[in-house]
């Protein structure tokens, strides 16, 4: 059993390059979430999606980009990368709705932008 | 705006103490709480996940309570081991979105 699936796990970038951080589950959440961490620091919301098709931002979206064409895919797009977004990026699933509860985590993707 | 915090921010106790991590939150309206754990260069692991309409869970060594109307939820470890040194994170699930608190950062010393 997979769970959630992020890759790729590291990445180094140079500033204004682009990438997309992939992240796939296979437990049929409907709900998915993307998550920046930095040192010392909670998570933040970048993104989620409560099912194909919707998406919406969270508390920090600037220079970041969404899709969720399938259930099982939530694909996070970095556009023109800077510094800033050096952090390590976690996805995670619930089931959602009536039924929200336990949050799954992939292991995360570490990214440095020089 | 729901907020969420912890203390302490690091505690570092000798094995086999009891010890209580506490989370506090600003909005008593959330769906349910979670404790994670996270060790270094890792995800995050749910312990014990507490809807909102229970008191307390328990798992093992670990019981968490939930006091919906003080914006409070501690998390009791019992008969620490070196094992459980690692960051812990209580997160309320608000609205559609789960809200993360700081973390306290945990070394237990053989």
């Known amino acids: 059993n997979a769970g959630v699936t992020q890759t790729p796990k590291f990445r180094i970038l140079k500033i204004g390059q682009s990438m997309t951080l992939q992240c796939a589950q296979d437990m049929n959440h409907n709900y998915m979430y993307w998550y920046r961490q930095d040192p010392g620091m909670g998570l933040k919301l970048i993104y989620y999606s409560v099912g194909a098709g919707i998406t919406d931002k969270g508390e920090v979206p600037n220079g970041y980009n969404v899709s969720r064409s399938t259930t099982e895919d939530f694909p996070l797009r970095l556009e023109l990368a800077a510094p800033s977004q050096t952090s390590v990026y976690f996805c995670?699933?619930?089931?959602?709705?009536?039924?929200?509860?336990?949050?799954?985590f992939g292991e995360g993707s570490r990214l440095t932008v020089l | 705006k729901q907020e969420v915090t912890q203390i302490p921010a690091a505690l570092s106790v000798p094995e086999g103490e009891n010890l209580v991590l506490n989370c506090s939150f600003t909005?008593?309206?959330?769906?349910?709480l979670q404790w994670f754990r996270q060790d270094p260069g890792k995800g995050l692991t749910s312990l014990l996940l507490?809807?909102?309409?229970?008191r307390e869970q328990t798992s093992g060594r670990l019981n968490a309570s939930l006091d919906k109307s003080s914006g409070r939820s501690t998390l009791y470890i019992a008969a620490s081991q070196p094992g459980d040194s690692a960051t812990y994170l209580c997160a309320v699930l608000y609205g559609q979105n789960f809200v993360f608190g700081p973390g306290t950062r945990l070394s237990v010393l053989p």
């Open positions: 995670a699933s619930t089931k959602g709705g009536s039924n929200t509860g336990e949050l799954f």
């Open positions: 507490i809807q909102s309409s229970q």
């Open positions: 909005d008593s309206a959330i769906y349910n």
